[in-house]
C-alpha cells in the first residue's frame, strides 16, 4: 500500500460510470488515478493517468488501449493489468452481465495473489449473494472487498442504516429512484440492467440485444423506463446488517434515457416505531441537480477509503455499504 495519503486507484470499466470516476478523482489530493481497464485493453501511469486525454482517446478510437503511451491493447486486459499494475485499490465500474460476472472478476483478484481493496457498484441481491459465497477466499487472499457502494445500493442504503437507529423496530425501507441522462449510450450497461428487470426480460435476454434492439425498445417507450419491485441488493445488505429482513425492502424507480432531468427525486423512506410506541417516517431525498454519477462515483470512492482503513488493520473479507460508513475522500 501506498503512503497513507495518497492511494494508487485503478478503475475497471470505462464506459459511462468508468469516465466519470476519472473525473471525480481529478481534484483529489488523497487518490491518484493511475489505472484502467476496458474490454479491449488497458492503460497503466504509475504517476497518473489523464482523465480527458484517456476519455477522448476511448470516444475515438474504442479502447483506452490506444492511450499513448500509456496504453495496451489487450482481450484479457483486467487479467494483463493485475500482473503489470501497482495499484492499492480498484473500483469495479464493470458491467454485471451476464449476472456471474462481477464475482468471477473477484475471483481472478484471488487467484493473482493480488491484495489490496476493492469497490463495486452492484446492485443486484443475487449478484452479492455469491460474493458472500467467496467472503472466506477474499479474507484469505487479504483482499477488502466493499460491495454494494454506488447509488442504491449504496447511498440509500447507508442512509437506511442511519435512519433506523430512531427506531425500535423498522416496517419498511422504500427507495425510489429517478434518473435522468440525455441518451442510454453513455450508459449502456446502466439501462441494458435496468432492461433485465422489465416483466418478459431477464438478464440473460437484455445482455443478448442489440444496440438496435435496446435502441427500438426505448422507442417504444418514449425512452421511459418505468421499474417496480427490483430485485436490489439493499434488501439483503439491510439484513446483513441486522436492520430489518429482506422482504422489507422495496426498490423502484423511473429512468428517462433523453432527458438528463430527473423524473423525479430518489428519495429513501424507512418507516418504524420508536420505542414510544410512534409510528413514524424518516425520508432522506437527494438533491435534483446530483446526478447518477455522482451518487454512485462520490459514494464509492467514500468506500474505498474506508476500505483502505480496514486493510491497514489487517481487516479483509466482504463488507457492504450498510455497515461501514464511507470516508470523505479530499
Ligand atoms: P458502460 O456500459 O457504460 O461501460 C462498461 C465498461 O466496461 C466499458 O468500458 C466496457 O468496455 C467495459 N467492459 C465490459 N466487459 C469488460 C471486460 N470483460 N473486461 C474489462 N472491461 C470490460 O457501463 P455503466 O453504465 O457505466 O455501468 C457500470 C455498472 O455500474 C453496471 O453494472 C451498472 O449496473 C452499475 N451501476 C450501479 C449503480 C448503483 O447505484 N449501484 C448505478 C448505476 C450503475
Known amino acids: ?161 442511519v435512519a433506523a437507529q430512531s427506531y425500535h423496530e423498522i416496517h419498511q425501507v422504500k427507495i425510489t429512484f429517478g434518473v435522468g441522462i440525455a441518451n442510454w449510450e453513455a450508459y449502456r450497461a446502466t439501462i441494458r440492467e435496468d432492461i433485465a428487470h422489465l416483466p418478459g426480460f431477464n438478464v440473460d435476454k437484455a445482455k443478448a440485444m442489440s444496440d438496435a434492439e435496446v435502441e427500438a425498445f426505448l422507442d417504444q417507450t418514449n425512452g421511459i423506463l418505468t421499474l417496480e419491485n427490483m430485485e436490489h441488493a439493499d434488501d439483503i445488505m439491510l439484513e446483513l446488517a441486522g436492520i430489518c429482513s429482506r422482504d422489507q425492502v422495496t426498490v423502484g424507480g423511473v429512468v428517462d434515457t433523453r432527458n438528463p432531468k430527473k423524473p423525479l427525486s430518489t428519495n429513501v423512506q424507512i418507516t418504524g416505531r420508536t420505542f414510544e410506541g410512534k409510528i413514524s417516517t424518516h425520508t432522506f431525498t437527494l438533491g435534483d441537480e446530483t446526478s447518477m454519477a455522482a451518487n454512485v462515483c462520490g459514494p464509492a470512492f467514500g468506500y474505498l477509503k474506508a476500505g483502505f482503513s480496514l486493510h491497514r488493520r489487517g481487516i479483509h473479507g466482504l463488507f457492504t455499504a450498510a455497515e461501514i460508513m464511507p470516508h470523505f475522500v479530499r
Open 1 to 161: 500500500m501506498s503512503t497513507n495519503q495518497t492511494m494508487k486507484v485503478g478503475i475497471l470499466g470505462f464506459g459511462g460510470l468508468g469516465q466519470a470516476a476519472t473525473k471525480v478523482l481529478a481534484p483529489k489530493q488523497e487518490m491518484d488515478w493511475v489505472a484502467a481497464a476496458d474490454l479491449k485493453g488497458y492503460a497503466y501511469c504509475e504517476t497518473g493517468l489523464e482523465p480527458q486525454k484517456a476519455i477522448a482517446t476511448y470516444h475515438q478510437q474504442g479502447s483506452i488501449g490506444y492511450l499513448e503511451p500509456h496504453g495496451t491493447l489487450s482481450n484479457h486486459s483486467i487479467k494483463n493489468l493485475l500482473e503489470t499494475a501497482q495499484v492499492d485499490g480498484y473500483f469495479l465500474a464493470l458491467p454485471n452481465l451476464p449476472n456471474t460476472f462481477m464475482a468471477d472478476v473477484a475471483r481472478q483478484f484471488i487467484a493473482s495473489g493480488w491484495k489490496g481493496v476493492l469497490v463495486d457498484a452492484l446492485k443486484r441481491t443475487s449478484a452479492v449473494e455469491q460474493l458472500l459465497q467467496i467472503r472466506r477466499e477474499l479474507e484469505t487472499a487479504g483482499i477488502t472487498y466493499m460491495t454494494g457502494c454506488g447509488a442504491t445500493p449504496g447511498l440509500l442504503t447507508a442512509a437506511a442504516a
